[in-house]
Nanobody, 120 residues
């Protein structure tokens, strides 16, 4: 089964930057859409950014111009570069990946999450 491991979270000041990484392992499958989501205390999990296997990106309106999602298919890794971070963006950030199997169709897996704290 595919496993995702996020890293790079931590404490950053408002206006600061962080780079999150998500490494996939345990698969021979071609990973398709990958994305980053976040969940703050008391709030629903929300989409932050996605990237297709071909490199097409999509962002939540609130992060456009500040966040960049990218992937390295050779390393089975997806990244999220976050700049100008705001206190309200403190959350657990989760990585998600999808792939296709002939017998089961499209499948998904989530990482365990990495905590981002934005505070002075």
């Amino acid at each position: 089964q595919v496993q995702l491991v996020e890293s790079g979270g931590g404490l950053v000041q408002p206006g600061g930057s962080l780079r999150l990484s998500c490494a996939a392992s345990g698969t021979i499958f071609r990973l398709n859409l990958m994305g980053w989501y976040r969940q703050a205390p008391g709030k629903e999990r929300e989409l932050v950014a996605t990237i297709t296997s071909g490199g097409t990106t999509n962002y939540a309106d609130s992060v456009k111009g500040r966040f960049t999602i990218s992937r390295d298919n050779a390393k089975n890794t997806v990244y999220l570069q976050m700049s100008s971070l705001r206190p309200e963006e403190a959350a657990v950030y989760y990585c998600r990946a999808t792939w296709y199997e002939l017998d089961r169709g499209y499948l998904e897996v989530w990482g365990q999450g990495t905590l981002v704290t934005v505070s002075s």
